[in-house]
């Protein structure tokens, strides 16, 4: 089995399912000739020509709209949005359209299509390029979200996206592209949706987090261990549908809570798991549930004292870790 | 010597029959007109009499949307409607019982299961792509939809209608440009009725005729009068042959009258003039075909009586229907969120 990094594993992902299915194209700004800002679609144009993948003119909502009438007429669009930050314009299609054509339709049309989008900080990209977004479509029934963090992960669920027959956001943490390696099974591997991983077991207290934020944990949970402290990762890996399952059994071991994510705290993707555990595992509980998320600023500021003041880490999750384990 | 009346019957058979129609295709397109129309008059009779809540229609854009419509292949190609289409889905396959159960938001109705709002058509048999509200998604739509008929070489078109006040939208000059970039079969159409809700064209653009913005993406623009059903085929024709040949997309922009307020919610007379709303009468489409089929003899009294008995029929049969219909079950209202297994 290859040890790749997370860009390859996605790259390969694309090559596969573009190779298995022709219905499968790719669109997007610079996917083609350059094969994307950060590589995630190189060599495809080569591959596949022009028609399959497409550089599209410098417009999100389009990239979207266009995609999702490919999707109704028989094509399984991959549509690459270049930074998640630049997500909005086509938050009109995503929500409106996207997310709603089965369900307005009572079943007649669906909408398969995967929108990809690298998002997060740590990269020097200050508040244009940073930012944590999948809140706001985790949101949203109808889409699905998907958050992966090792590099296995990442092809599997991809693959899984794209045969997915509902609209599926694929946020790829940028800053994870090229940072860690992980075995990624060669040929036709499949992550499941909806479905969690325990990237390390624990007694003492379970951690649940997902993207860069599950490798900061992971770092954590190695320097408590040294003071004894047993921590639990949950890997989250597809935020909606949520396993709920393995985060209640977790908690109902371990009895302590700790949810990590990058986007600032007040209403982000934790909020909704902390809600959870209050309503379904609230006797399961030997302490309160803890957060460490980003703070309450609109975006990651660019100059390095300040990104770092920004963003969560092994550190600070490490410390919140021994708060709870003291609780 | 031939007399006057006789050269006139001459002269208009002849405008037709230049665009290879016969008698019988211009009385189905009347016939689509006119059910439109009567099914249209009758949904806000029933929105007045408090049987249902709201109404949106297209009463007096029958003639624009039945020369396009009678210029594609409707059973081949895609339509990617607005809340105005009533003729144009009627003559892409939906029959009236069908509208009907979609104003009475009855379980059976195809567009949505009575979840939508009325108006908001869809329907995958006859390649109608379901729409929602905001206004100017639909335009992507069509590119995407016309994109993938050109990778999969299925031969399909894709039209797709909206509003002048549609063309604001960002998503509209997207559609364009994407499509002429990839020369996607796809024929734009705009039903310029003068006004969005109650804004005027003067306060939506500074242009007078929206098709000079076709310039801009490098296709061919038209601009015709939408109550001249022949003249909006003739046009239509050739944007859907240019599609069809694989040189691209074309704007049509119809020019047509909106005979009613903007819906059920809304009173045009507090922001038209009285003397526009008498004026526009003159150029409903409906009026202004009849009297071209009845001066080129293809249609007489009797033939009149007799699409429009059956088309009495068709409205109540429909309204009857659906007002019996039932409403969807609420036990169904969080099913098709996402793909079922063994769903329908």
Redesign the interface.
């Known amino acids: 089995m290859a040890e790749l990094r997370l860009i390859d594993a996605i790259n390969q992902a694309l090559h596969e399912e573009m190779e298995r299915d022709e219905r499968v194209l790719v669109l997007g700004e610079d996917v083609g000739r350059k094969g994307g800002v950060f590589g995630a679609t190189e060599g495809l144009y080569d591959r596949f020509g022009g028609e399959r993948v497409i550089d599209t003119p410098l417009a999100e909502s389009s990239i979207v709209g266009v995609a999702i009438g490919m999707a109704a007429n028989g094509l399984l669009p991959v549509a690459e949005i270049q930074f998640a930050d630049f997500i909005f314009p086509a938050m009109n299609q995503i929500l409106s359209e996207a997310a709603r054509m089965r369900y307005r339709s009572n079943g007649a049309f669906g909408c398969p299509l995967v929108i990809r989008a690298p998002y997060g900080g740590g990269v020097h990209g200050a508040l244009y390029h940073s930012q944590s977004v999948e809140a706001f479509f985790a949101h949203i029934p109808g889409l699905k979200v998907v958050v992966p963090y090792h590099p296995g992960d990442a092809k599997g669920l991809l693959k899984a996206s794209i045969r997915d027959p509902d609209p599926v956001l694929f946020f790829e943490h940028k800053k994870l592209y090229r940072m860690v390696r992980g075995e990624v099974p060669e040929g036709d591997y499949i992550v499941p949706l909806g479905k969690a991983a325990i990237r390390r077991e624990g007694k003492d207290l379970s951690v649940f987090a997902y993207g860069l934020m599950l490798h900061e944990a992971l770092v954590a949970a190695e320097e408590v261990a040294k003071e004894g402290i047993d921590a639990e990762v949950v890997d989250l890996r597809t935020l909606r549908p949520l396993d709920k399952e393995t985060l209640l059994a977790s908690v109902r071991k371990t009895n302590r809570a700790l949810i990590v994510y990058e986007d600032n705290g007040f209403l982000g993707y934790g909020a909704e798991l902390a809600a959870i555990l209050a309503e379904e595992a609230f006797f399961d509980l030997d302490a309160p549930i803890m957060r460490v998320t980003g703070p309450e600023v609109p975006a990651v500021p660019y100059a390095p004292p300040l990104e770092r003041w920004f963003m969560p880490d092994a550190r600070r999750i490490a410390e919140a870790m021994r708060r709870l384990a003291q609780y | 010597m031939e007399s006057k009346e006789a050269r006139g019957v001459r002269e208009i058979e002849s405008r037709h029959q230049a665009l290879g129609l016969a008698g019988e295709h211009l009385l189905e397109m009347y016939y689509y007109m006119a059910l439109a129309r009567a099914l249209d008059e009758r949904m806000w009779v029933l929105q007045r009499a408090g049987k249902v809540p709201f109404v949106i229609s297209g009463q007096g854009h029958e003639g624009a949307q039945a020369g396009v419509m009678y210029a594609i292949d409707r059973d081949l190609d895609?339509f990617?409607p607005y809340y105005r289409s009533v003729c144009a889905v009627l003559m892409k396959g939906m029959t009236p019982r069908e509208l009907m159960l979609s104003l009475f938001a009855k379980a059976e109705?195809?567009?949505?299961?009575g979840?939508?709002m009325p108006g908001?058509y869809?329907?995958?048999r006859y390649k109608i792509?379901?729409t929602?509200?905001?206004v100017g998604?639909q335009?992507?739509?069509?590119?995407?939809?016309?994109?993938?008929?050109k990778?999969?070489k299925?031969g399909?078109i894709?039209v797709v209608s909206i509003g002048d006040g549609g063309t604001s939208q960002?998503?509209w000059h997207?559609?364009l440009?994407?499509a002429s970039?990839?020369r996607c079969p796809v024929v734009f159409v705009v039903e310029n009725n003068g006004y969005a809700i109650s804004v005027p064209q003067e306060l939506q653009m500074a242009v007078r005729d929206i098709a000079v913005r076709a310039q801009g993406y490098g296709i061919p623009g038209y601009t015709v009068d939408g109550s001249d059903v022949l003249a909006v085929y003739a046009v239509a024709k050739e944007a859907v042959e240019r599609a069809r040949r694989g040189e691209g997309p074309s704007l049509v922009e119809c020019k047509v009258v909106r005979l009613t307020a903007h819906s059920s919610d809304d009173r045009q007379e507090k922001y038209r003039p009285v003397e526009e709303l008498e004026a526009i009468r003159s150029v409903d489409p409906l009026v202004v075909f009849r009297h071209y089929l009845e001066r080129a003899g293809i249609m007489d009294e009797a033939k009149y009586t007799e699409i429009h008995t059956r088309i009495r029929e068709e409205v109540d049969d429909a309204t009857t229907y659906a007002e019996l219909a039932p409403y969807p079950d609420p036990l169904t209202a969080t099913?098709?969120?996402?793909?079922?297994e063994n769903?329908?």
Request: include cysteine.
């Open positions: 895609w990617v109705d195809p567009s949505s299961g979840r939508q908001h869809g329907h995958p792509l379901s929602s509200s905001p998604t335009y992507p739509h069509a590119v995407g939809i016309a994109y993938a008929a990778v999969r299925t399909e894709c960002g998503d997207e559609a440009n994407f970039i990839h099913r098709h969120v996402y793909f079922e769903g329908e």
